[in-house]
């Protein structure tokens, strides 16, 4: 296999996303148990770690040379030292998948130079698996998707907590856009790449587990992402969060960029 292969990792993130889809829905619905993680952290289920586990020995044994962050992992320097890295969340919505809401979802991405070569966004209870490659387009199971191409930000459908549509944090107040919400960054991406929505917000500091496979599969769907500021999103960072994230069809993403405070 040649070194850095996007096809090649894809394929392993998409296997590896099904596997860790069969543990979540084997735990789902049946009271898993459940922890605290503390600090604001929220909570953890006994199936985000099980699907930790599982991923971090067969992603790492297919690729001894790559380095690991991962939600439910406990950091270390040792991943800065590599060029290539996996960036995992387990289940992003551990909280809906705890009250039985099936929008959860796996997100696996491979970053290399800062940069997502491979993603894999999976919604095992809803049968859905984004997939992404760097130069290969963004698919939901296995046909091309792309964002919706809406030019007018007025009645634009916007994912996004109810705080960010905040009045103190727009120029002239909110702007006049749908407010949706989805309780996964990631899979709030995935459907901004999809079509789904016109955007997607979140302007708090957001952990790069959280954003790294949606972000790789809106570029590659034909949209536009950066950070709250405009600034390109970089990863594999010492501290592993950015500063916030903006999503969408071009022309409305950049409308929402204009607008922030």
């Given at each position: 296999?040649?070194?850095?292969?996007?096809?090649?990792?894809l394929?392993?993130?998409?296997d590896?996303?099904l596997?860790?889809?069969?543990?979540?829905?084997?735990?789902?619905g049946n009271?898993?148990?459940t922890?605290?993680?503390?600090?604001?952290?929220?909570?953890?289920?006994?199936?985000?770690?099980?699907?930790?586990?599982?991923?971090?020995?067969?992603?790492?044994?297919?690729?001894?040379?790559y380095?690991?962050?991962?939600e439910?992992?406990?950091?270390?320097?040792?991943?800065?030292?590599?060029?290539?890295?996996?960036?995992?969340?387990?289940?992003?919505?551990?909280?809906?998948?705890?009250?039985?809401s099936?929008?959860?979802?796996?997100s696996?991405?491979i970053?290399?130079c800062?940069?997502?070569?491979?993603?894999?966004?999976?919604?095992?209870?809803?049968?859905?698996?984004?997939?992404?490659?760097?130069?290969?387009?963004?698919?939901?199971?296995?046909?091309?998707?792309?964002?919706?191409?809406?030019?007018?930000l007025?009645?634009?459908?916007?994912l996004?907590?109810?705080?960010n549509?905040?009045?103190?944090?727009?120029?002239?107040?909110t702007?006049?856009?749908?407010?949706?919400?989805?309780?996964?960054?990631?899979?709030?991406?995935?459907?901004?790449a999809?079509?789904?929505?016109?955007?997607?917000i979140?302007?708090?500091?957001a952990?790069?587990?959280?954003?790294?496979?949606?972000?790789?599969?809106?570029?590659?769907?034909?949209?536009?992402?950066?950070?709250?500021?405009?600034?390109?999103?970089?990863?594999?960072n010492?501290?592993p969060?950015?500063?916030?994230?903006?999503?969408?069809?071009?022309?409305?993403?950049?409308?929402?960029?204009?607008?922030?405070?």
């Open positions: 296999m040649p070194a850095h292969d996007p096809k090649a990792d394929t392993l993130l998409r590896a996303a596997a860790a889809g069969d543990i979540a829905r084997r735990h789902f009271g898993p148990k922890w605290d993680k503390g600090d604001g952290q929220g909570p953890v289920t006994e199936a985000d770690l099980e699907i930790d586990t599982m991923l971090r020995d067969s992603l790492r044994a297919a690729r001894p040379a380095g690991w962050l991962s439910e992992t406990a950091d270390g320097p040792e991943r800065l030292d590599t060029d290539t890295v996996f960036i995992i969340d387990p289940i992003d919505g551990t909280r809906a998948f705890i009250e039985g099936r929008s959860f979802s796996h696996l991405a970053v290399r800062g940069v997502p070569i491979a993603a894999a966004v999976h919604l095992p209870m809803l049968d859905r698996m984004y997939l992404a490659h760097q130069g290969g387009g963004a698919t939901l199971n296995g046909a091309a998707i792309g964002p919706t191409g809406r030019a007018a007025a009645g634009a459908t916007v996004g907590a109810k705080s549509f905040d009045n103190d944090r727009w120029t002239g107040g702007p006049p856009v749908e407010q949706c919400f989805r309780s996964s960054l990631a899979y709030r991406l995935a459907l901004v999809g079509g789904r929505f016109d955007a997607m979140t302007l708090r500091m952990w790069e587990w959280d954003i790294a496979a949606g972000a790789l599969l809106v570029a590659e769907a034909g949209g536009r992402i950066a950070s709250q500021r405009g600034a390109t999103l970089r990863f594999n010492s501290h969060q950015l500063d916030g994230v903006v999503a969408g069809s071009p022309a409305i993403a950049e409308a929402l960029l204009d607008r922030l405070i």
